[in-house]
């Protein structure tokens, strides 16, 4: 064939000159895409940096800003005079104001405490409730330092809602100084009790030597080294007067130090067993029907350290239900040797921890095997009783790059052994795409028509018969081997319904470990931006539980709760919140969903489709289906902050 010139070219050379010209344009298109990711970053950052703007500005606004610290110390201390103590010769350890500067956690708990008006207020509209439960509340007592002990009793005493009795069960503490003291304090109000072990024996004893003594329907366990906020058995109370089946209440706590300063809160979520069997992340302060606590025969000895554990672990088997007050009540004080400072200062603790979990996996009938984390946390490897066949749905738009390296990373790095690859295919038109097609020992599928993901999603499942299914974004890329393995053996349990992964950037920064509701922002993902390995707000980010939702870019369900459900929303949500929608329909239909950290992989987030969250109208419409989870989520936290999923406190 002649060129131009009246040169003969080749079949062979126009072959050559095609190809390339193909490789300039992809390199061509290479660039164009990272001068899009460039932007994209780009604007990432400018949002942040208008943020950091606005809490400048709003620091320079602040009367500490304005005026500086040493004229306003005055006025704050005269107020703090002003107010009614809770109770005679009881000042909270912690209550002064220490921090210079921005806000900080010790002074956001000062500004959360309630006014000595607000206390009053309390204590009047509890002295007409009728009936009101007497709380007993257990403390277990071993060589105390008196002031600390007299702090603990002090905070129970100073309580607002006055139908307690405080029951200390001294351990047989060698400081002479203790009995005399605990029998000081018995005379001193009537409602505190003493009782005192022959020999030491253990904490677990001493509690059910406590709980021998306990005449009330519930029964608090306070440590007897930590205290109370004045209105902690007011708002416990109240939960229950209007809960009149609960037979178990758990509130927020935090640590404070040596110095009285307040530090590391922990904002638990609403009950989540998946994240009780990863560790005691109820702990303080625990309120529990006193009939439930002898049906369980109390605390068992043998447990030291986690004897709450076992307890809880027990008690929640049985509970009716069981509430959660997101306040924080409960002050864990730090001290030298304690487990507060660091849990890995009383190894027995962790095993005793590992040792009641395994008692509890096999009272429950479930198979399998326990890790240990960090601390006193743990992960239950369950054994996967058959392994199903997966369906691994990825929908993809040519990008054929992204798809190549989504795919090559599951056959390199996955290790569960029955899994088939279903590539859908929405209108690709590049020839590198179609090539890379026939190359792939998977199912392709063909999907014409706008891009709508829970259509693509729902066609793909009835396309096919596996058992699983794996919904898996295009931008995504495996870490672990034992990913799709750490998956399996939650979506295997019948009550769930869904179980999702930890999905990283590339930088190693979360970007997926479940999703937040809320009215205001509808949807966001939790600890997104976080250091992958950041062990905030108990740890959580570490560990398997339970979440409102998770997203869809990487889901394991099952067929049949798919079908029960009705499959993703193709009218009403084809582009975003349709996994929201979808994992909420399914806890509407008695089934859980499972966040597990050990699925890990990189999510490019939506690099083929750009951001999927910000569609008002879609938005606009679950807030108006599900009105009621997004005023509250039951897996987070009233307490921390809503648009970034990034669990700072508010």
Same mark, same amino acid.
């Given at each position: !064939?002649p060129?131009?010139?009246? %040169?003969?070219?080749?079949r062979?050379?126009?072959?050559?000159?095609?190809?390339?010209?193909? &490789?300039e #344009?992809?390199?061509a298109?290479?660039?164009?895409?990272d001068?899009?990711?460039?932007?994209?970053k780009?604007?990432?950052?400018?949002?942040?940096?208008?943020?950091?703007r606005?809490?400048?500005?709003?620091l320079?606004?602040?009367?500490?800003?304005?005026?500086?610290?040493?004229?306003? =110390?005055?006025?704050?201390?005269?107020?703090?005079?002003?107010?009614?103590?809770a109770?005679?010769?009881?000042?909270a350890?912690g /209550?002064k104001?220490?921090?210079?500067?921005?806000?900080?956690?010790?002074q956001?708990?000062?500004?959360?405490?309630?006014?000595?008006?607000?206390?009053?207020a !309390?204590?009047?509209?509890?002295a $007409?409730?009728?009936?009101?439960p007497?709380?007993?509340? *257990?403390?277990? *007592?071993?060589?105390?330092?008196?002031?600390?002990?007299?702090? &603990?009793?002090?905070?129970?005493?100073?309580q607002?809602? &006055?139908?307690?009795?405080?029951?200390?069960?001294?351990?047989?503490?060698?400081d002479?100084?203790?009995?005399?003291?605990?029998?000081?304090?018995?005379?001193?109000?009537?409602?505190?009790?003493?009782?005192?072990?022959?020999?030491?024996?253990?904490?677990?004893a001493?509690?059910?030597?406590a709980?021998a003594?306990?005449?009330?329907?519930?029964?608090?366990? #306070?440590? %007897?080294?930590?205290?109370?906020?004045?209105?902690t @058995?007011f708002e416990?109370?109240?939960?229950?007067?209007?809960?009149?089946e609960?037979?178990?209440?758990?509130?927020?706590?935090d640590? *404070?130090d040596?110095?009285?300063?307040?530090?590391?809160?922990?904002?638990?979520?609403?009950?989540?067993?998946?994240?009780?069997?990863?560790?005691?992340?109820?702990?303080?302060?625990?309120?529990i029907?006193?009939?439930?606590l002898?049906?369980?025969?109390?605390?068992?000895?043998?447990?030291?350290g986690?004897?709450?554990?076992?307890?809880?672990?027990?008690?929640?088997?049985?509970?009716?239900?069981?509430?959660?007050?997101?306040?924080?009540?409960?002050?864990?004080?730090?001290?030298?040797?304690?487990?507060? &400072?660091?849990?890995?200062?009383?190894?027995e !603790?962790?095993?005793n921890?590992?040792?009641?979990?395994?008692?509890?996996?096999?009272?429950?009938?479930?198979k399998g095997?326990?890790?240990?984390?960090?601390?006193a946390?743990?992960?239950?490897?369950?054994?996967?009783?058959?392994?199903?066949?997966?369906?691994?749905?990825?929908?993809?738009k040519?990008?054929?790059?992204?798809?190549?390296?989504? *795919?090559? /990373?599951?056959?390199?790095?996955?290790?569960?052994?029955?899994?088939?690859?279903?590539?859908?295919d929405?209108d690709?038109?590049?020839?590198?795409?179609?090539?890379?097609?026939? /190359?792939?020992?998977?199912?392709?599928l063909?999907?014409?028509?706008?891009?709508?993901?829970s259509?693509?999603?729902?066609?793909?499942?009835?396309?096919?018969?596996?058992?699983?299914?794996?919904f =898996?974004?295009?931008?995504?890329e495996?870490?672990?081997?034992?990913?799709?393995?750490?998956?399996?053996?939650?979506?295997?349990?019948?009550?769930?319904g869904?179980?999702?992964?930890?999905l990283?950037?590339?930088?190693?920064?979360?970007?997926?470990?479940?999703?937040?509701?809320?009215?205001?922002?509808?949807?966001?993902?939790?600890?997104?931006?976080?250091?992958a390995?950041?062990?905030?707000?108990?740890?959580?980010?570490?560990?398997?539980?339970?979440?409102?939702?998770?997203?869809?870019?990487? !889901?394991?369900?099952?067929?049949?709760?798919?079908?029960?459900?009705g499959?993703?929303?193709?009218?009403?949500?084809?582009?975003?919140?349709?996994?929201?929608?979808?994992c909420?329909r399914? $806890?509407?239909?008695?089934?859980?969903?499972?966040?597990?950290?050990?699925?890990? @992989?990189?999510?490019?987030?939506?690099?083929?489709?750009?951001?999927?969250?910000?569609?008002?109208?879609?938005?606009?419409?679950?807030?108006?289906?599900?009105?009621?989870?997004?005023?509250?989520?039951?897996?987070?936290?009233?307490?921390?902050?809503?648009?970034e999923?990034?669990?700072?406190?508010?």
């Open positions: !064939m060129d131009a010139d009246g %040169h003969s070219t080749t062979e050379e126009l072959e050559r000159q095609l190809a390339t010209r193909l &490789a #344009l992809a390199a298109h290479k660039r164009i895409d001068l899009l990711e460039i932007a994209r780009w604007k990432e950052t400018k949002a942040k940096l208008a943020r950091i606005d809490e400048r500005d709003g320079r606004e602040s009367l500490e800003y304005r005026f500086g610290r040493k004229f306003i =110390l005055p006025f704050r201390k005269l107020g703090k005079a002003l107010r009614k103590p109770a005679p010769g009881f000042e350890p /209550s104001e220490k921090n210079v500067g921005p806000p900080s956690y010790h956001w708990v000062l500004a959360q405490r309630p006014s000595a008006e607000a206390l009053d !309390m204590r009047r509209e509890a $007409q409730w009728n009936a009101p007497l709380v007993s509340i *257990v403390t277990p *007592v071993f060589n105390t330092p008196l002031s600390v002990l007299d702090e &603990a009793v002090q905070s129970v005493r100073a607002v809602y &006055a139908n307690w009795e405080l029951i200390l069960a001294d351990d047989c503490s060698p002479a100084r203790i009995a005399p003291e605990l029998e000081r304090m018995a005379a001193s109000d009537s409602r505190i009790k003493v009782s005192r072990l022959p020999q030491n024996a253990g904490i677990a001493a509690s059910n030597a709980l003594l306990a005449r009330g329907e519930f029964v608090g366990l #306070l440590d %007897h080294d930590d205290w109370i906020e004045p209105h @058995l416990i109370v109240k939960e229950l007067r209007a809960a009149p609960a037979d178990l209440v758990y509130t927020d706590e640590k *404070v040596e110095a009285g300063y307040f530090l590391k809160p922990f904002f638990k979520p609403d009950w989540s067993p998946d994240a009780l069997l990863s560790h005691n992340y109820i702990l303080h302060f625990t309120v029907r006193r009939t439930l002898e049906t369980l025969g109390g605390f068992r000895e043998g447990f030291d986690a004897q709450d554990y076992d307890l809880f672990l027990r008690a929640t088997e049985r509970a009716r239900q069981i509430l959660h007050v997101p306040k924080i009540l409960y002050h864990w004080r730090i001290s030298s040797g304690s487990t507060a &400072a660091n849990a890995q200062q009383k190894p !603790m962790i095993d921890g590992e040792r009641v979990l395994a008692d509890a996996l096999a009272r429950r009938g479930i095997r326990i890790e240990r984390g960090t601390g946390r743990y992960r239950v490897r369950r054994e996967i009783a058959e392994p199903k066949e997966i369906a691994i749905i990825i929908p993809t040519d990008r054929v790059e992204l798809l190549a390296r989504c *795919v090559e /990373s599951i056959r390199s790095r996955t290790d569960y052994p029955n899994y088939k690859i279903v590539i859908v929405n690709s038109e590049q020839v590198d795409t179609r090539r890379f097609f026939k /190359s792939q020992p998977a199912t392709v063909r999907f014409s028509g706008p891009f709508n993901f259509a693509l999603n729902n066609f793909a499942v009835r396309q096919t018969t596996e058992p699983w299914i794996l =898996l974004n295009n931008d995504t495996v870490i672990n081997g034992d990913w799709l393995t750490s998956m399996a053996e939650h979506i295997q349990r019948p009550e769930v869904a179980v999702g992964a930890k990283l950037y590339p930088d190693d920064t979360v970007q997926h470990a479940g999703v937040v509701l809320s009215e205001t922002v509808a949807a966001t993902h939790a600890y997104q931006h976080a250091p390995k950041v062990f905030d707000n108990g740890g959580h980010l570490q560990l398997t539980r339970n979440y409102s939702a998770i997203t869809a870019a990487c !889901m394991l369900t099952r067929r049949d709760v798919f079908e029960q459900v499959g993703f929303d193709e009218k009403g949500l084809a582009v975003a919140y349709n996994d929201v929608d979808y909420l399914l $806890q509407q239909a008695g089934y859980a969903v499972v966040y597990t950290p050990f699925a890990q @992989l990189y999510h490019y987030e939506s690099a083929s489709r750009g951001q999927g969250r910000s569609n008002p109208a879609e938005a606009k419409l679950l807030r108006e289906r599900w009105p009621a989870v997004l005023a509250h989520d039951p897996f987070y936290n009233e307490n921390l902050a809503r648009a999923g990034a669990y700072s406190f508010r």
